[in-house]
């Protein structure tokens, strides 16, 4: 009798070890065999979003009795879901439960128009760049964020890495962006700066995108800013070379010549007093600190120099100027740029 309850005393224990195995390989062995990707959308209903879920899981039971443990069918948030390899059936759901992590930094810079903006976003959310261009085109949000045009609203794009959602719409994005501008131009400091330049925010925008198209090198961009601030001052036209190719539409060229300067357009600055009416590019934020810490001095004019190394030569009055245009255009006809 004694070997007998021993025997069932064992068979007992040995049940209860590979039960207990068993179920610990069900909830907490590697139920994802290889990374996968799954986008919940709002309108699927919880069988659906699960089903998704369980075609590339294992220990579908499993999953089931933690899911209904932790009430996962009250809702799971629609998004993008990613699963790495390794990861067990209470991972899984506990990433369902508490949210998809769908944060990417989203990095915006150096583009000249909206359509080439639209494809650097699109690159980086998950969105086609022809849903961007279609919000950053849209007449009523154009209207909405207090624009009149793509090329105008460009503005409100300041270059910086942001936090967004992967899955954020193209017109969530561009009120997102507009709170960024606002927040950008409503401290003291920028009220002060904005007064001593005499510009609008959007304005300053304009004549950053002038200033990042003259030059690269960031420690001149104030001295260059200061030239053009000077200009506005006493009614001189700009005479930006930059606008000029905005206004033919071609960034490629090297040597502005008579026949550009006589372009019909608005952003023809040697036709047209002021600042052009749009930004002709997104500039740096080193241009528009440029701008806004512009460099008081007496200069009029500045020439690209004729070592070719990125930088001006500037002059006060129209006389000085000229000789640094005649070295500089000695230098393109040497290197016979046309």
Not at 30 to 38: I, K, L, S, W
Not at 39 to 54: I, N
Not at 59 to 75: C, E, P, T, V
Not at 138 to 167: H, Q, R
């Amino acid at each position: 009798m004694k070997k007998k309850i021993a025997i069932l005393v064992l068979v007992l224990i040995v049940t209860l070890g590979v039960t207990g195995i068993w179920m610990y390989q069900m909830f907490f062995g590697a139920a994802v065999e290889n990374r996968f990707t799954v986008v919940l959308r709002a309108d699927e209903s919880y069988d659906e979003m699960t089903k998704k879920v369980k075609s590339s899981l294992l220990y579908h039971w499993s999953f089931d009795i933690y899911a209904k443990r932790i009430n996962l069918d009250r809702g799971i948030e629609a998004g993008k879901y990613t699963f790495d390899e390794g990861m067990n059936v209470v991972q899984v759901a506990r990433i369902l439960k508490f949210g998809a992590d769908n944060s990417v930094r989203l990095t915006i810079n150096n583009a000249r128009t909206p359509e080439i903006l639209a494809g650097k976003i699109a690159r980086q959310i998950d969105a086609d760049s022809v849903a961007v261009v279609s919000a950053l085109r849209d007449k009523e949000l154009i209207k909405e964020m207090g624009f009149d045009s793509a090329e105008a609203m460009f503005s409100i794009f300041l270059p910086n890495t942001y936090e967004v959602y992967s899955d954020i719409a193209p017109q969530a994005l561009v009120r997102k962006m507009k709170g960024e501008w606002e927040r950008y131009w409503s401290s003291e400091k920028r009220a002060e700066q904005l007064k001593r330049v005499g510009l609008t925010p959007y304005e300053v925008m304009i004549l950053a995108s002038i200033v990042h198209e003259e030059t690269n090198a960031q420690e001149e961009m104030a001295r260059v800013a200061g030239v053009y601030i000077n200009r506005l001052r006493i009614g001189m036209p700009l005479q930006a070379d930059p606008t000029l190719k905005y206004a033919a539409g071609d960034f490629t060229i090297k040597r502005v010549l008579d026949k550009h300067k006589e372009i019909d357009s608005p952003y023809n600055t040697y036709k047209y007093v002021g600042l052009p009416p749009t930004p002709i590019a997104m500039p740096d934020m080193a241009a528009i600190e440029g701008v806004l810490n512009f460099e008081e001095h007496k200069y009029l004019y500045f020439c690209a120099r004729p070592e070719m190394d990125g930088r001006h030569n500037f002059a006060s009055t129209l006389a000085e100027h000229n000789r640094n245009a005649q070295a500089y255009h000695r230098a393109l006809d040497r290197l016979k740029i046309r």
